[in-house]
Each structure stands twice: as C-alpha cells, then as structure tokens.
C-alpha cells in the first residue's frame, strides 16, 4: 500500500499479558523501523529491519520484547508479560532503499497496559 | 551519547508570520538529520532530509539549515499559516553504518499559528 498501515489502533492489556502489535510498511520498502513514544516527544528507537533480517535491535528490552519481518506477511512486535512501564504509542516507520533515508511513518499503536 | 535539544519548546505566532525553531545536538558525527512534523493522534510526518554534507534543504515554506561543526540546524517556516500547528521534531542518524537507522530525536517544539 501507499501508507504504513499499523493495527491495532489501541489495545488494552492487564500487567502481565501478552501484546502484539502489526505493521505492513509501504509496498516496495526494504527497511522497517519500530520506535516506542513513552512521554510526550519521548521517542525511544526499538529495532529496525532490511527486508526479514534484523538491521539493527541495540533498543530492544531483549527480556520480554520480540519482533519479526516474515516475507508476505505484516511485521510484528510483542511484548509477553507486559508491565505498566510498557504503556505507550509504538510507531512503525518505513523507508524504501536505505536505513538512513527518509522515513514514512505510520499513525501509531496505543498500549495501555493496566 | 547523543542528546538533542529544540528551543523553544513551545510557540505561538499570529498566521503570516515567519518563524525559527532551533535543534542543536552534542555529537556532530552525524549522518544526516531530519524534520518531522507530528499532528495530535497522529504518526510523524517527514518535512526535510539534510545530509551532513549539505548546509540547508528547501521545500515550499519551509527551510531547513544545517551546521554540523557546531552541533545546530534551524527550520525555517516562511508566512505561517494556521495549519502549520503541530508538533515538530528533529532527528539525527549516526554516523556508524551498524547503527545509522538508529534516530535519536529532539524534544519537540509545539507550534501554534493563530488567526
């Protein structure tokens, strides 16, 4: 498609469950990014992909966080266990030729964890 | 580590007017920086890219400076209007390749152009 398209928009999850979160880029791009907005203008970078491959994952909680870029299908981000710290608006982002090239974001998936 | 800075955090400006927001970041080894505007409830939308071999980029209204030595960029917005309220961010890729889709951002300048 032409937009990041996330889902779902919000999701609601007792301390302790498991989340999952999904993101189809844009047609044709071969880099993913998933960013974590905890406060306001927080922006927390998780983990980035080129195609299914991981790029770079130096941001994510290896503890209870995972994600995955399977061929043909949405990306994914889980969290197993969720905590109330886990509560906020996870973006994924996209970009078509290089990690460092402009990146087309998606509206965004709000977690709060309760 | 690198930490950046926008000033001031927040803006307000009668509709014509032209205006500056600042970014400034502490480790100038930097591959490129970028602005973003973000609208309430909504993803990030990407303004302008500057390369660290570039000094500025433009689009339409807007002009966006870079000064890598001195760790500062300005975006410029040129006869604001009133849907130019939002949210802008700017973000810096390192420069190590390993690490280069790794944004750091800045802590926002919330703008609003009033009537």
């Known amino acids: 498609g032409e937009e990041v398209a996330q889902t779902p928009k919000h999701l609601v999850r007792g301390e302790g469950q498991k989340a999952k979160l999904y993101c189809a880029p844009i047609?044709?791009?071969?880099?993913v990014f998933w960013y974590q907005q905890v406060l306001k203008n927080e922006f927390k970078f998780l983990i980035s992909?080129?195609?299914?491959?991981?790029?770079?994952e130096t941001g994510m909680p290896k503890e209870r966080f995972s994600a995955k870029c399977l061929p043909n299908s949405p990306c994914s981000l889980e969290i197993q266990a969720t905590k109330l710290e886990d509560s906020a608006v996870y973006f994924c982002?996209?970009?078509?030729?290089?990690?460092?090239?402009?990146?087309?974001f998606g509206e965004g998936s709000r977690l709060t964890v309760l | 580590k690198q930490e950046v800075t926008q000033i001031p955090a927040a803006l307000s400006v009668p509709e014509g007017e032209n205006l500056v927001l600042n970014c400034s970041f502490t480790?100038?080894?930097?591959?490129?920086l970028q602005w973003f505007r973000q609208d309430p409830g909504k993803g990030l939308t990407s303004l302008l890219l500057?390369?660290?071999?570039?000094r500025e980029q433009t689009s339409g209204r807007l002009n966006a400076s870079l000064d890598k030595s001195s760790g500062r960029s300005t975006l410029y917005i040129a006869a604001s209007q009133p849907g130019d309220s939002a949210t802008y961010l700017c973000?810096?890729?390192?420069?190590?390749?390993?690490?280069?889709?790794?944004?750091?951002f800045g802590t926002g300048t919330r703008l609003q152009v009033t009537l």
């Open positions: 047609k044709g791009h071969s880099y």
């Open positions: 480790d100038s080894a930097i591959y490129n």
């Open positions: 992909f080129q195609n299914e491959n991981v790029f770079d």
């Open positions: 982002a996209s970009s078509p030729y290089s990690p460092t090239g402009e990146l087309f």
């Open positions: 500057i390369q660290s071999s570039q």
């Open positions: 973000a810096v890729s390192p420069l190590n390749t390993g690490t280069a889709s790794k944004l750091t």
